[in-house]
């Protein structure tokens, strides 16, 4: 190819990138993984060269998910919250979404969710809620507890005896 010409042709183009990503010592291969290679090379290259992006929008149709249980028996018990992918219980969905690549917010969206679905169960929650605050977060610095648990009331003061009522 001259420097002069934009005679763009997409199979060259994704050969000589192809080629030169095998030049590389860094990369690390198969031979069964280069055909997979210069075909996705030559996708992209050709939506470039071409410059129309909508030629690969139809290779990948919106795919409909159907959950493993409704969202109100997700939610049905205080211990544990049912994931809608698998259909078995968690604590907590964070861990659980990353590990199928997921974030909460696509896992709300998927699955049509509203936007204050939670991802902790409630009693997990509360438990994390109680031992944060029982170790001191969420004070200012130099606050102490205002309110302590096993406190008592003092009682009243006791009336002294005095010499005239123990005479009486």
Not at 36 to 50: D, H, P, Q, R
Not at 71 to 84: D, W
Not at 130 to 150: C, E, F, H, Y
Request: hydrophobic content about 35%; overall charge positive.
């Amino acid at each position: 190819m001259s420097d002069t010409t934009l005679d763009l042709n997409p199979v060259e183009l994704a050969t000589e990138l192809t080629i030169a990503w095998l030049a590389n010592p860094n990369t690390r291969t198969n031979a069964d993984d280069v055909p997979a290679f210069l075909n996705k090379m030559y996708e992209t290259v050709s939506v470039l060269v071409g410059g129309n992006a909508a030629t690969a929008e139809p290779e990948a149709p919106a795919q409909e998910y159907t959950p493993a249980v409704t969202a109100r028996k997700s939610l049905a018990s205080p211990v544990h919250i049912i994931s809608m992918i698998d259909g078995k219980p968690y604590k907590t969905l964070r861990r659980h979404l990353a590990t199928n690549g997921m974030t909460p917010v696509e896992y709300r969206e998927r699955y049509g969710l509203k936007a204050d679905y939670p991802m902790v169960a409630p009693t997990y929650s509360e438990a994390r809620r109680t031992m944060a605050k029982s170790i001191g977060l969420g004070r200012k610095p130099g606050q102490t507890n205002a309110v302590k648990a096993d406190a008592k009331p003092t009682p009243p003061p006791r009336k002294r005896k005095t010499e005239d009522t123990a005479a009486d």
